[in-house]
C-alpha cells in the first residue's frame, strides 16, 4: 500500500517538472528578447549621436571656413582698393576665384556632415531592425515555452500514470 501511495505523486511530479522546464524556457526567451531589444535600442541612439556630432563638427568646419573667406576677400579687397586697383583687373579675379574655392570648401563640409548624419540614421534603422528581429525571434521562443509546458506537463502526467498500472 505505501508502494501505491508514493507512486501516486509520480505522475504530479513528472508533470511539474515538464512544466517548470517550459515556464523557465519561456521566461528565459522573454528576458534574452528584453535585452536584444535594449542592445539594439542603445546601439541605435549611440549611433544617433555619433551622426550628430560629426554632423555639428562638419557644420562648424564650414561656417569657419565661409567666415574666414569672407574676411580674406574683404581683406584682399580693401588692399586692391588701397593700391588703386580696378575691380576690372586681374587681382579681383583672383579674388573672386580664391573665394569660390573657399565656397565651395565650405559646401564640401556642409556635404560631409549630411552624410554623416544619414549614416547614422541608417545605422540606428538597422540596430533597431535588428534588435525588433531578435525580440521577435524571442517572443515566438517564450510561446513555445509554453506550449512545451503544457504538453510536458500532460506527457508527464500519463507518463507517470501508466508507470503505476499493474503490467499484469
Known amino acids: 500500500m505505501e508502494i501505491v501511495e508514493a507512486g ?7 508533470a511539474a517538472s515538464a512544466i517548470y522546464s517550459g515556464v523557465s524556457q519561456a521566461q528565459a526567451a522573454k528576458a534574452s528578447g528584453k535585452a536584444a531589444q535594449d542592445a539594439a535600442n542603445y546601439n541605435a541612439d549611440l549611433a544617433m549621436k555619433r551622426a550628430e556630432s560629426e554632423a555639428d563638427q562638419a557644420t562648424t568646419k564650414a561656417k569657419q571656413a565661409t567666415r574666414q573667406a569672407r574676411q580674406i576677400t574683404g581683406q584682399q ?46 545605422t540606428a534603422r538597422s540596430a533597431k531592425f535588428q534588435g525588433d528581429m531578435e525580440e521577435t525571434k524571442a517572443k515566438w521562443t517564450e510561446r513555445a515555452g509554453y506550449v512545451s509546458a503544457v504538453t510536458g506537463g500532460l506527457t508527464g502526467w500519463y507518463a507517470g500514470k501508466d508507470m503505476m498500472k499493474d503490467p499484469t
Open 77 to 122: 579687397i580693401a588692399s586692391i582698393g588701397s593700391r588703386g586697383g580696378l575691380e576690372a583687373g586681374g587681382d579681383i579675379m583672383q579674388v573672386q576665384t580664391e573665394s569660390s574655392k573657399m565656397a565651395e570648401n565650405a559646401l564640401n563640409q556642409m556635404y560631409i556632415g549630411d552624410l554623416a548624419r544619414t549614416s547614422g540614421i541608417n
Open 8 to 14: 501516486f505523486w509520480i505522475p504530479f511530479l513528472l
